[in-house]
């Protein structure tokens, strides 16, 4: 590749969660979202945050991504409170939120346009991303041309233009088939591997934070809080063969067991999913 995208200081998008406690609803249902969260991330560090459906995993992302606000304790970012939504936290869904009416390039140039960033370099930067993600050729294609990887492709490309410190991904393979999630799982790691930004990657599959990550942090049943933190040390980069190898399955086992232990507690109801602009309305904080 002939042109090379900017690369991440790795100096930048240490993550601090200290005592985070969320609350959500109002008066009698009110309920606690996650309780007492500490999470330490390291500059460049890959960490995959598991758990079972409706612990509080992208209330927590929320947090981060500045959407969602604790009741009690504090979010940073490189020392920085986070106080809202910023480029520097970029926020990649389970589904694309691409611009339907864009043609690829322009989705992935969107970004730099609201910076005001002039036509030609902006393309020129999407077109760079887009050769990295492998999908240059289809620049002038629009979001409905293409299939759902190559979407997800585009839509991981629109937030590394901004060349954020911290990469937070709900989901981000959850609705592909199984094998274009394989595909899609060693294209991250290949671009995260070129870029180093730090990334914070929300899955209940267990396999998928397995082959990921440098940690795992495994989270309760609601309230979330973490309950044990795995660290990782299959070397990189990782080829698909990892999954068949006996530490590999010792792993899965352990995970199994922490998320499905023999007594489980009483069964809560699921939290609302996040959406791209926080929690559903009729979900207020109690304060």
């Given at each position: 590749?002939?042109?090379?995208?900017?690369?991440?200081?790795?100096?930048?998008?240490?993550?601090?969660?200290?005592?985070?406690?969320?609350?959500?609803?109002?008066?009698?249902?009110?309920?606690?979202?996650?309780?007492?969260?500490?999470?330490?991330?390291?500059?460049?560090?890959?960490?995959?945050?598991?758990?079972?459906?409706?612990?509080?995993?992208?209330?927590?992302?929320?947090?981060?991504?500045?959407?969602?606000?604790?009741?009690?304790?504090?979010?940073?970012?490189?020392?920085?409170?986070?106080?809202?939504?910023h480029?520097?936290?970029?926020?990649?869904?389970?589904?694309?939120?691409?611009?339907?009416?864009?043609?690829?390039?322009?989705?992935?140039?969107?970004?730099?346009?609201?910076?005001?960033?002039?036509?030609?370099?902006?393309?020129?930067?999407?077109?760079?991303?887009?050769?990295?993600?492998?999908l240059?050729?289809?620049?002038?294609?629009?979001p409905?041309?293409?299939?759902?990887?190559?979407?997800?492709?585009?839509?991981?490309?629109?937030?590394?233009?901004?060349?954020?410190?911290?990469?937070?991904?709900?989901?981000?393979?959850?609705?592909?088939?199984?094998?274009?999630?394989?595909?899609?799982?060693?294209?991250?790691?290949?671009?995260?591997?070129?870029?180093?930004?730090?990334?914070?990657?929300?899955?209940?599959?267990?396999?998928?934070?397995?082959?990921?990550?440098?940690?795992?942090?495994?989270?309760?049943?609601?309230?979330?809080?973490?309950?044990?933190?795995?660290?990782?040390?299959?070397?990189?980069?990782?080829q698909q063969?990892?999954?068949?190898?006996?530490?590999?399955?010792?792993?899965?086992?352990?995970?199994?067991?922490?998320?499905?232990?023999?007594?489980?507690?009483?069964?809560?109801?699921?939290?609302?999913?996040?959406?791209?602009?926080?929690?559903?309305?009729?979900?207020?904080?109690?304060?």
């Amino acid at each position: 590749m002939s042109a090379q995208p900017q690369t991440v200081a790795t100096s930048q998008g240490r993550v601090a969660i200290e005592h985070v406690h969320i609350h959500l609803g109002q008066g009698a249902q009110a309920f606690e979202a996650l309780h007492d969260v500490s999470i330490h991330i390291e500059p460049g560090e890959f960490v995959c945050i598991l758990g079972p459906s409706g612990c509080g995993k992208s209330t927590l992302l929320g947090a981060l991504a500045g959407h969602l606000w604790a009741s009690h304790g504090r979010v940073t970012v490189d020392g920085q409170a986070v106080t809202g939504p910023h480029p520097d936290r970029g926020l990649v869904f389970q589904h694309h939120t691409l611009f339907a009416w864009k043609k690829v390039v322009d989705n992935v140039a969107f970004g730099l346009k609201m910076q005001g960033v002039g036509r030609a370099e902006r393309r020129q930067r999407a077109l760079e991303l887009l050769k990295l993600v492998g999908l240059d050729a289809f620049a002038h294609h629009y979001p409905s041309q293409l299939s759902g990887g190559m979407q997800q492709r585009v839509e991981i490309a629109r937030v590394l233009i901004n060349h954020p410190r911290v990469m937070l991904m709900d989901e981000p393979f959850g609705a592909l088939d199984a094998q274009t999630r394989l595909m899609m799982q060693q294209l991250l790691l290949e671009v995260w591997e070129r870029i180093r930004t730090s990334i914070v990657f929300i899955t209940h599959d267990i396999d998928e934070a397995l082959f990921l990550a440098d940690r795992i942090l495994v989270m309760s049943p609601r309230p979330g809080r973490i309950i044990e933190e795995i660290a990782l040390d299959f070397p990189r980069p990782r080829q698909q063969e990892l999954v068949t190898t006996e530490r590999f399955t010792e792993l899965k086992r352990h995970c199994l067991a922490l998320l499905h232990p023999q007594h489980d507690a009483q069964p809560v109801p699921p939290l609302p999913r996040l959406t791209p602009l926080g929690a559903p309305p009729r979900l207020q904080f109690a304060i």
